[in-house]
Protein backbone atom coordinates (compact mmCIF):
# COMPACT_ATOMS: atom_id res chain seq x y z
CA UNK A 1 0.00 0.00 0.00
CA UNK A 2 1.31 3.39 -0.84
CA UNK A 3 0.66 6.74 1.23
CA UNK A 4 -1.49 8.05 -1.70
CA UNK A 5 -4.32 5.03 -1.30
CA UNK A 6 -4.67 6.17 2.20
CA UNK A 7 -5.66 10.09 0.94
CA UNK A 8 -5.17 13.40 2.85
CA UNK A 9 -8.02 12.32 5.58
CA UNK A 10 -6.74 8.59 6.01
CA UNK A 11 -3.22 9.56 7.22
CA UNK A 12 -4.84 12.25 9.20
CA UNK A 13 -7.00 9.77 10.79
CA UNK A 14 -3.74 7.59 11.17
CA UNK A 15 -2.33 10.63 13.09
CA UNK A 16 -5.25 10.85 14.98
CA UNK A 17 -6.23 8.32 16.28
CA UNK A 18 -2.93 7.98 17.85
CA UNK A 19 -3.10 11.15 20.40
CA UNK A 20 -4.89 11.62 23.70
CA UNK A 21 -6.43 14.33 24.95
CA UNK A 22 -5.98 16.80 27.69
CA UNK A 23 -7.75 18.37 29.80
CA UNK A 24 -6.77 21.87 28.56
CA UNK A 25 -7.13 21.18 24.93
CA UNK A 26 -10.78 22.13 24.28
CA UNK A 27 -10.98 21.26 20.61
CA UNK A 28 -8.07 18.74 18.99
CA UNK A 29 -7.67 17.47 15.70
CA UNK A 30 -10.35 17.53 13.60
CA UNK A 31 -12.45 21.32 13.68
CA UNK A 32 -11.36 24.30 11.58
CA UNK A 33 -8.62 24.85 14.80
CA UNK A 34 -7.67 24.13 17.74
CA UNK A 35 -8.71 25.65 21.00
CA UNK A 36 -6.58 25.86 24.10
CA UNK A 37 -7.09 27.21 27.71
CA UNK A 38 -4.10 28.85 29.07
CA UNK A 39 -3.69 28.68 32.79
CA UNK A 40 -4.76 31.83 34.67
CA UNK A 41 -2.69 35.16 33.81
CA UNK A 42 -0.07 33.12 31.34
CA UNK A 43 0.30 34.17 27.78
CA UNK A 44 0.83 32.60 24.82
CA UNK A 45 4.34 31.73 23.54
CA UNK A 46 4.48 30.14 19.75
CA UNK A 47 7.36 29.65 17.56
CA UNK A 48 8.01 27.03 14.37
CA UNK A 49 10.90 25.56 12.45
CA UNK A 50 10.73 24.55 9.20
CA UNK A 51 12.68 21.12 8.33
CA UNK A 52 13.21 20.39 4.87
CA UNK A 53 14.84 17.18 3.02
CA UNK A 54 18.44 18.15 1.42
CA UNK A 55 18.60 21.21 4.07
CA UNK A 56 17.71 20.26 7.06
CA UNK A 57 17.99 16.29 7.09
CA UNK A 58 18.93 13.55 4.22
CA UNK A 59 16.73 10.30 4.39
CA UNK A 60 19.66 8.30 4.54
CA UNK A 61 21.71 9.79 7.18
CA UNK A 62 18.63 9.13 9.72
CA UNK A 63 15.53 6.77 10.23
CA UNK A 64 12.44 9.41 10.50
CA UNK A 65 11.25 8.06 14.12
CA UNK A 66 14.80 10.00 14.87
CA UNK A 67 13.69 12.72 12.32
CA UNK A 68 10.14 13.05 14.09
CA UNK A 69 11.73 13.66 17.38
CA UNK A 70 14.17 16.48 15.89
CA UNK A 71 11.71 18.46 14.32
CA UNK A 72 9.96 18.47 17.79
CA UNK A 73 12.81 18.85 19.90
CA UNK A 74 14.26 22.25 17.93
CA UNK A 75 10.92 23.48 18.68
CA UNK A 76 10.89 22.79 22.48
CA UNK A 77 14.38 24.60 22.49
CA UNK A 78 12.86 27.61 21.53
CA UNK A 79 10.07 27.36 24.43
CA UNK A 80 12.82 26.66 26.47
CA UNK A 81 14.84 29.50 25.65
CA UNK A 82 12.06 31.92 27.24
CA UNK A 83 11.12 30.06 30.48
CA UNK A 84 7.89 28.94 28.98
CA UNK A 85 6.13 25.53 29.30
CA UNK A 86 5.14 23.93 25.69
CA UNK A 87 1.24 22.97 25.77
CA UNK A 88 0.17 22.26 21.99
CA UNK A 89 2.08 21.25 18.55
CA UNK A 90 0.85 21.73 15.48
CA UNK A 91 2.23 19.58 12.51
CA UNK A 92 2.63 20.66 8.34
CA UNK A 93 3.49 17.51 6.71
CA UNK A 94 4.36 18.15 2.88
CA UNK A 95 4.80 14.34 1.89
CA UNK A 96 6.72 12.55 -1.36
CA UNK A 97 4.17 10.43 -2.49
CA UNK A 98 6.73 7.64 -2.52
CA UNK A 99 7.47 7.83 1.14
CA UNK A 100 7.36 4.47 2.31
CA UNK A 101 3.72 4.27 4.93
CA UNK A 102 6.43 2.51 7.48
CA UNK A 103 8.47 5.78 6.91
CA UNK A 104 5.09 7.81 7.89
CA UNK A 105 3.96 6.00 10.91
CA UNK A 106 8.38 5.95 12.50
CA UNK A 107 7.98 9.95 11.79
CA UNK A 108 4.71 10.31 13.60
CA UNK A 109 5.81 8.31 16.87
CA UNK A 110 8.79 9.88 16.80
CA UNK A 111 7.04 13.28 16.77
CA UNK A 112 4.25 12.17 19.25
CA UNK A 113 6.95 10.59 21.36
CA UNK A 114 8.96 13.48 21.91
CA UNK A 115 5.72 15.86 22.44
CA UNK A 116 4.54 13.99 25.00
CA UNK A 117 7.93 13.79 26.63
CA UNK A 118 8.19 17.57 26.22
CA UNK A 119 4.33 18.03 27.78
CA UNK A 120 2.93 19.28 24.53
CA UNK A 121 -0.08 17.42 22.66
CA UNK A 122 -0.53 17.19 19.16
CA UNK A 123 -3.28 18.89 18.46
CA UNK A 124 -3.37 20.47 14.72
CA UNK A 125 -1.66 20.99 11.11
CA UNK A 126 -1.88 20.03 7.27
CA UNK A 127 -0.94 17.73 5.47
CA UNK A 128 -0.45 17.88 1.87
CA UNK A 129 1.95 15.83 -1.19
CA UNK A 130 5.08 17.04 -1.47
CA UNK A 131 6.39 17.75 -5.59
CA UNK A 132 9.85 17.30 -3.94
CA UNK A 133 11.26 16.28 -0.92
CA UNK A 134 9.58 15.69 2.54
CA UNK A 135 8.90 18.76 4.80
CA UNK A 136 7.88 19.45 8.28
CA UNK A 137 6.66 22.59 9.38
CA UNK A 138 5.88 22.00 13.27
CA UNK A 139 4.47 24.96 15.47
CA UNK A 140 4.63 24.74 19.20
CA UNK A 141 3.21 27.12 21.88
CA UNK A 142 3.69 27.69 24.78
CA UNK A 143 2.61 29.43 28.14
CA UNK A 144 4.23 31.72 30.37
CA UNK A 145 3.94 34.29 33.45
CA UNK A 146 4.72 37.60 31.64
CA UNK A 147 7.12 38.69 34.03
CA UNK A 148 9.09 35.16 34.29
CA UNK A 149 9.89 35.50 29.90
CA UNK A 150 13.47 35.40 29.35
CA UNK A 151 14.21 37.66 26.55
CA UNK A 152 17.25 38.07 24.42
CA UNK A 153 17.55 42.05 25.12
CA UNK A 154 18.09 41.93 29.35
CA UNK A 155 22.14 41.44 29.21
CA UNK A 156 23.93 43.47 31.62
CA UNK A 157 27.97 44.26 31.47
CA UNK A 158 29.55 42.41 34.72
CA UNK A 159 27.06 40.16 34.07
CA UNK A 160 28.57 36.69 33.55
CA UNK A 161 27.80 33.87 30.51
CA UNK A 162 26.86 30.56 31.05
CA UNK A 163 26.19 27.58 28.40
CA UNK A 164 24.73 24.05 29.27
CA UNK A 165 25.86 20.69 28.04
CA UNK A 166 28.59 20.60 25.52
CA UNK A 167 29.46 22.61 22.35
CA UNK A 168 30.42 21.01 19.03
CA UNK A 169 29.49 17.56 18.91
CA UNK A 170 26.50 18.07 16.36
CA UNK A 171 27.97 19.94 14.40
CA UNK A 172 31.25 17.60 14.09
CA UNK A 173 29.21 14.97 13.08
CA UNK A 174 27.53 16.72 10.56
CA UNK A 175 31.20 17.73 9.45
CA UNK A 176 32.11 14.08 9.10
CA UNK A 177 28.54 12.77 7.09
CA UNK A 178 28.99 16.01 4.42
CA UNK A 179 32.49 14.19 4.11
CA UNK A 180 30.89 10.76 3.74
CA UNK A 181 32.49 9.32 6.59
CA UNK A 182 30.51 7.95 9.37
CA UNK A 183 30.66 9.79 13.11
CA UNK A 184 31.05 8.07 16.05
CA UNK A 185 27.98 6.56 18.10
CA UNK A 186 28.21 9.75 20.87
CA UNK A 187 28.44 12.67 18.26
CA UNK A 188 26.05 11.10 15.87
CA UNK A 189 23.49 10.70 18.57
CA UNK A 190 23.88 14.70 19.32
CA UNK A 191 23.29 15.41 16.43
CA UNK A 192 20.38 13.51 15.44
CA UNK A 193 19.13 13.33 18.76
CA UNK A 194 19.22 16.14 20.67
CA UNK A 195 17.78 17.21 23.33
CA UNK A 196 15.85 20.15 24.20
CA UNK A 197 16.66 21.68 27.94
CA UNK A 198 13.33 22.68 28.87
CA UNK A 199 13.97 21.84 32.70
CA UNK A 200 16.87 24.50 32.67
CA UNK A 201 15.00 27.20 30.65
CA UNK A 202 11.94 26.38 33.27
CA UNK A 203 13.97 26.49 36.63
CA UNK A 204 15.93 29.93 35.20
CA UNK A 205 12.74 31.58 34.36
CA UNK A 206 11.11 30.49 38.14
CA UNK A 207 14.38 30.90 40.02
CA UNK A 208 15.11 34.35 37.97
CA UNK A 209 18.77 33.18 37.27
CA UNK A 210 19.19 34.56 33.98
CA UNK A 211 18.90 38.46 32.54
CA UNK A 212 19.03 37.32 28.68
CA UNK A 213 18.69 33.49 27.54
CA UNK A 214 19.22 31.92 24.11
CA UNK A 215 18.88 28.49 22.56
CA UNK A 216 22.37 27.24 20.44
CA UNK A 217 20.92 26.60 17.22
CA UNK A 218 23.03 28.37 14.58
CA UNK A 219 26.09 28.19 17.03
CA UNK A 220 27.81 29.92 19.81
CA UNK A 221 29.13 32.60 17.81
CA UNK A 222 26.21 33.41 16.05
CA UNK A 223 23.59 33.09 19.07
CA UNK A 224 25.31 35.42 21.52
CA UNK A 225 25.74 37.95 18.65
CA UNK A 226 21.67 38.06 18.72
CA UNK A 227 21.71 38.37 23.21
CA UNK A 228 24.87 41.07 22.16
CA UNK A 229 22.61 42.90 19.36
CA UNK A 230 19.41 42.79 21.59
CA UNK A 231 21.21 43.88 24.30
CA UNK A 232 23.43 46.67 23.37
CA UNK A 233 27.02 45.11 24.98
CA UNK A 234 29.53 42.92 23.95
CA UNK A 235 30.96 39.74 25.50
CA UNK A 236 34.56 38.08 26.44
CA UNK A 237 34.87 34.57 26.11
CA UNK A 238 37.44 32.38 27.29
CA UNK A 239 37.91 29.44 24.47
CA UNK A 240 39.43 27.46 27.55
CA UNK A 241 36.24 27.70 29.46
CA UNK A 242 34.29 26.24 26.68
CA UNK A 243 32.67 22.68 27.92
CA UNK A 244 33.34 19.86 25.76
CA UNK A 245 32.27 16.16 25.31
CA UNK A 246 35.72 13.56 26.03
CA UNK A 247 35.76 12.63 22.51
CA UNK A 248 35.70 16.70 21.26
CA UNK A 249 38.49 17.73 23.78
CA UNK A 250 40.78 14.59 22.90
CA UNK A 251 40.31 15.21 19.12
CA UNK A 252 41.11 19.06 20.18
CA UNK A 253 44.37 18.63 21.38
CA UNK A 254 45.57 16.80 17.82
CA UNK A 255 43.14 19.07 15.62
CA UNK A 256 43.15 22.50 17.01
CA UNK A 257 40.80 23.84 14.77
CA UNK A 258 38.08 21.64 15.65
CA UNK A 259 37.69 24.92 18.13
CA UNK A 260 35.61 26.44 15.50
CA UNK A 261 33.02 23.88 15.76
CA UNK A 262 32.33 24.48 19.48
CA UNK A 263 32.26 28.24 18.67
CA UNK A 264 30.53 28.07 15.43
CA UNK A 265 28.88 24.81 14.55
CA UNK A 266 25.50 24.95 14.77
CA UNK A 267 22.08 22.59 16.50
CA UNK A 268 23.80 22.26 20.23
CA UNK A 269 20.40 22.90 21.14
CA UNK A 270 22.12 23.60 24.62
CA UNK A 271 21.05 27.29 26.25
CA UNK A 272 23.40 30.36 26.71
CA UNK A 273 22.21 33.03 29.00
CA UNK A 274 23.78 35.87 31.09
CA UNK A 275 23.78 36.01 35.07
CA UNK A 276 24.47 38.58 37.33
CA UNK A 277 27.48 36.62 39.36
CA UNK A 278 25.40 36.66 42.40
CA UNK A 279 23.65 33.68 40.99
CA UNK A 280 26.76 31.92 40.55
CA UNK A 281 25.67 29.48 43.76
CA UNK A 282 22.22 29.13 43.16
CA UNK A 283 23.28 28.00 39.35
CA UNK A 284 25.70 25.36 40.84
CA UNK A 285 23.17 24.08 42.87
CA UNK A 286 20.77 23.79 39.40
CA UNK A 287 23.31 22.37 37.55
CA UNK A 288 23.62 19.51 40.25
CA UNK A 289 19.52 18.77 40.76
CA UNK A 290 19.28 18.93 37.27
CA UNK A 291 22.76 16.38 36.59
CA UNK A 292 23.96 18.68 33.70
CA UNK A 293 26.76 21.07 33.64
CA UNK A 294 26.37 24.47 33.59
CA UNK A 295 29.73 26.16 33.02
CA UNK A 296 30.55 29.80 33.10
CA UNK A 297 32.45 30.45 29.73
CA UNK A 298 32.96 34.37 30.06
CA UNK A 299 31.29 37.80 30.84
CA UNK A 300 29.10 40.67 29.37
CA UNK A 301 31.51 43.62 28.92
CA UNK A 302 30.02 47.67 27.70
CA UNK A 303 30.87 48.15 24.23
CA UNK A 304 29.65 45.89 21.15
CA UNK A 305 30.91 42.13 19.96
CA UNK A 306 32.54 39.08 20.92
CA UNK A 307 35.79 38.57 21.92
CA UNK A 308 37.16 35.10 22.65
CA UNK A 309 40.17 34.52 24.39
CA UNK A 310 42.78 31.60 23.82
CA UNK A 311 45.03 29.81 26.27
CA UNK A 312 47.80 32.00 25.91
CA UNK A 313 45.94 35.76 26.75
CA UNK A 314 46.08 36.29 22.80
CA UNK A 315 42.99 36.94 20.62
CA UNK A 316 41.16 33.88 18.86
CA UNK A 317 40.27 34.67 15.43
CA UNK A 318 37.61 32.20 14.18
CA UNK A 319 37.55 30.57 10.46
CA UNK A 320 33.86 29.97 10.19
CA UNK A 321 30.95 32.72 11.66
CA UNK A 322 27.82 30.46 12.12
CA UNK A 323 24.94 28.93 9.88
CA UNK A 324 22.90 31.43 7.70
CA UNK A 325 21.00 30.55 5.11
CA UNK A 326 21.16 33.09 2.70
CA UNK A 327 24.82 33.93 3.07
P1 LIG B 1 -8.87 22.60 6.99
O1 LIG B 1 -9.17 22.31 5.58
O2 LIG B 1 -9.96 23.25 7.76
O3 LIG B 1 -7.52 23.28 7.18
P2 LIG B 1 -7.89 19.94 7.19
O4 LIG B 1 -8.81 19.06 6.42
O5 LIG B 1 -6.64 20.38 6.59
O6 LIG B 1 -8.74 21.18 7.72
O7 LIG B 1 -7.55 19.22 8.56
C1 LIG B 1 -8.55 18.59 9.32
C2 LIG B 1 -8.13 18.52 10.75
O8 LIG B 1 -6.98 17.72 10.86
C3 LIG B 1 -7.76 19.87 11.35
O9 LIG B 1 -8.14 19.86 12.72
C4 LIG B 1 -6.26 19.91 11.23
O10 LIG B 1 -5.69 20.74 12.21
C5 LIG B 1 -5.90 18.45 11.43
N1 LIG B 1 -4.67 18.04 10.74
C6 LIG B 1 -4.40 18.08 9.42
N2 LIG B 1 -3.16 17.63 9.15
C7 LIG B 1 -2.60 17.31 10.36
C8 LIG B 1 -1.34 16.82 10.76
N3 LIG B 1 -0.36 16.56 9.88
N4 LIG B 1 -1.14 16.63 12.09
C9 LIG B 1 -2.10 16.91 12.98
N5 LIG B 1 -3.32 17.36 12.68
C10 LIG B 1 -3.57 17.57 11.37
MG1 LIG C 1 -5.83 22.21 6.09
Known amino acids: MSLGACGEFGLI ?18 D ?4 TVLPPGEILLTTTDLLLEEIHFRRAWTDLFAL ?8 ISDIAA ?21 DFDQLIAGILSAAREYGAVLSGGDTCRSPGGLMLSVTVQGSIQPEQILRRSGARPGDLLYVSGTLGDSAWALRELLAGRTPEDALAQRH ?3 TARLGLGQELAQRRLATALIDLSDGLRADLGHILAASGVGACVHAAALPLSPTFRAALAIEPGLLDLALAGGEDYELLWSAPSAAAVA ?22 G ?18 NHFA
Open 68 to 75: GRKAVAVN
Open 192 to 194: HRP
Open 32 to 35: DCCA
Open 13 to 30: ERIRAQVAGRDDILIGIG
Open 283 to 304: LATLSDELALPLTCIGAIVAGA
Open 82 to 102: MGGTPRTLSLGLGLPADLPPA
Open 306 to 323: LKVIAADGSEYISAKMGY
